[in-house]
Each structure stands twice: as structure tokens, then as C-alpha cells.
């Protein structure tokens, strides 16, 4: 068994070992199971978490509210336009200052910073970071613009019933749909590196001029090989469909996203709405192994996927949704409730 994860940070799901993960994941599933159990109700009484959104959310925000409340606690929304903070083109109050004190208030803190609220790609990512070195408390990213973990373990949560435990070899097809919300990174890199723990195979197309973060391919590559599976990368619309046991179709903004600090939204939309043939079919779908389809929402439909494909039976999509709940109450008692120290 693993130690404790009290008081641990969960910035991406690579710096938590597989023991972790799993322990995460079968608390997780317990939690569906026995969802208003009194064993769970009163993990994080009296307890605030506070969220942290620079970006516009749905899913993130509701569920990471519901899972204060079923956990006894709260969830506190902070807009941190509101909090006088320090940034690149104003004066304010630092990371070192805020972090500390807001430790003295709350059990955990989650911060959701993502495409244009950053000047550049990793900004986010250091932003968290520097949260998490002067806070006393667990930081968690709520999707920040390299990772997005309480996602990547709701995709492997639904996997794990709609597959089985045993994702070994299972073939992940990550594919780049055309699209016109320019998305950050965090969702994409997080299903490449925490699938690839896993132990599935890895695909990922896209058209050129749509690569990764290159340390997170070379970690992905890594996993790969570690569990001895395959990772390719390939420019085609059509070809890594065949064989698929789960197809994952997204937007993703190109490396030229950030020009002289600012996020290039349209010209990255214009670009992207040209590849019409990127887009995840029924037709393509043909080409799987009767592969499951899924998304982290919110969808793009029509462009990353049709419709039919969305709401169709191989789709997990509300499965998924509904495992962001269940993996961050998990995520919370384990981190943040003293049962669990
Ligand atoms: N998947 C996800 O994080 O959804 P929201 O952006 O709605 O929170």
C-alpha cells in the first residue's frame, strides 16, 4: 500500500506513483457505489476548499462543489480578479503572501488557469508551482495550460468500467479535431501521459504543425515503452483509427499560439477551421475495434465530432462527466481529511 498522500499536491497525475493512482481510483469507485455512506459524509466537516478560476468552467466548478458538500465541506469560488493579485502587467499582492495566508483558512486549494489568462505556454504550470511551494496545504490543478489530472482520472475511471481493470494494450487513438475554440494543451497531455501508465498503446494525429509539448511526448514515450507499447505520432485524418479500443478526439492550439505574450485566438480558430476533414465520424469509427469514444467536455460538436458519434452507444462522454465527482472527492479525503493522514 502506499503512504499517506495527506497534505500531497496534484499538479499532474505523473508525480503520483501507480500505487497512488489506483488507491485514488478504488476510493473513487467506492465512493459511486456508496455515494451518501456515513463512512464519507463528514471526511472534510467544517472544511473549505477554495477554487481558484481564471478561466470559465461547468463541469470543474459543480462538481468539485458537490464533492465538498458530499464530503461535508465547502467549496468557495474565488475570482481572483477580485483579490488584488500580483501579474505580469500589475502590482499586487505576491504568491508567496496570498499562498500563506489563504493555507491558514482553508484544506486545499484548486487553481484553473488555461489559454489566454497566460502570456506564455508554462506560465500556468509555474504559477501553480509556486502556490504549492509556499502553501501548507494540497494545491490541485482544476486544469491549468499543460495538465488537467482530476480529468485524466475521470477518463481512466470509465475506462476501468467500460474496458476492465486491465488497460494493458488496449489502443488509445488521441486525434486533433478541427475546431473553433483554440484549447490549451492540459486535457491532451494528461490522457497521453496517464493512459500511457496504464499501459495502452498510444496514437496521436494530428495535421503538422500541431505538436505537443515535446517533454511531454518524451514522458509519454517513456511510459510506452516502460509497459512495453507502442507510441506512434502521425499526420493522417483517417489512418490511426484502425483498431482503436478508445478514440479521444479534441482541439488543440498549434506551438505558435503565444506571440509576444498574447494568446492568438483567432488566427489560431481561422487556422484550425481549414482542416475540415478533421473530425471524428461515424464512418471512421467503422475503422475501430468497436472503440469507445470520448471527450472531456465541453465538446465542439460538429467539428471535433458529429453528433451521431457523441450521443452514440460507444460514447462514455456522461460516464466521464459524472467520474470528475467521484475521483475528486477521492482526490480530496485523501489529501485533505485527517482520516486519511
Ligand atoms: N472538462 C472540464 O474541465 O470541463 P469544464 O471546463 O466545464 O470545467
Not at 466537516?45 to 461547468?58: A, E, G
Not at 502570456?119 to 508551482?129: E, K, V
Not at 475503422?287 to 471527450?295: A, C, E, Q, R, V
Request: with cysteine.
Amino acid at each position: 500500500m502506499p503512504e499517506s498522500l495527506y497534505g500531497k499536491d496534484l499538479i499532474c497525475t505523473q508525480e503520483w506513483s501507480m500505487d497512488e493512482l489506483v488507491k485514488c481510483l478504488e476510493l473513487a469507485e467506492d465512493m459511486q457505489k456508496h455515494r451518501f455512506s456515513p463512512k464519507y459524509t463528514k471526511l472534510l466537516k467544517d472544511r473549505t476548499f477554495f477554487m481558484f478560476f481564471y478561466n470559465p468552467s461547468v463541469r470543474t466548478r459543480q462538481s468539485f462543489e458537490c464533492a465538498a458538500t458530499e464530503l461535508g465541506g465547502h467549496a468557495q469560488y474565488l475570482e481572483p480578479g477580485g483579490m488584488r493579485l500580483k501579474t505580469k502587467k500589475s502590482a499586487g499582492e505576491t504568491v508567496e503572501d496570498a499562498a500563506q495566508v489563504m493555507s491558514r483558512y482553508a484544506c486545499g486549494m484548486g487553481i484553473r488557469i488555461l489559454e489566454d489568462k497566460v502570456a506564455a505556454y508554462g506560465d500556468g504550470d509555474n504559477m501553480l508551482r509556486e502556490y504549492a511551494k509556499w502553501s501548507d496545504i494540497p494545491i490541485v490543478s482544476m486544469a491549468h495550460d499543460k495538465y488537467h489530472p482530476c480529468q485524466g482520472l475521470a477518463d481512466i475511471m470509465g475506462l476501468r468500467k467500460h474496458i476492465g481493470e486491465n488497460l494493458k494494450g488496449k489502443k488509445l487513438l488521441l486525434y486533433w479535431g478541427h475546431g473553433a475554440l483554440a484549447r490549451s494543451w492540459c486535457s491532451v497531455q494528461e490522457a497521453a501521459l496517464l493512459y500511457s501508465r496504464f499501459g495502452m498503446d498510444v496514437t496521436i494525429a494530428s495535421p503538422e504543425g500541431y505538436d505537443l509539448d515535446p517533454a511531454v511526448i518524451a514522458a509519454t514515450k517513456k511510459n510506452c515503452a516502460e509497459n512495453h507499447q507502442k507510441f506512434e505520432i502521425i499526420h493522417d485524418p483517417k489512418a490511426g483509427y484502425s483498431g482503436a479500443h478508445v478514440v479521444y478526439s479534441r482541439n488543440w492550439m498549434s506551438p505558435n499560439a503565444y506571440l509576444n505574450g498574447e494568446f492568438q485566438k483567432p488566427l489560431e480558430i481561422e487556422k484550425a477551421l481549414k482542416y475540415t476533414d478533421w473530425i471524428c465520424d461515424e464512418a471512421k469509427m467503422k475503422l475501430t475495434d468497436n472503440g469507445l469514444y470520448i471527450h472531456p467536455m465541453p465538446i465542439d460538436r460538429g467539428h471535433e465530432v458529429t453528433d451521431e458519434v457523441a450521443s452514440g452507444k460507444r460514447s462514455i462522454i456522461y460516464d466521464v462527466a459524472e467520474n470528475r465527482l467521484h475521483v475528486q472527492k477521492a482526490i480530496m479525503a485523501l489529501t485533505m481529511s485527517e482520516k486519511y493522514k
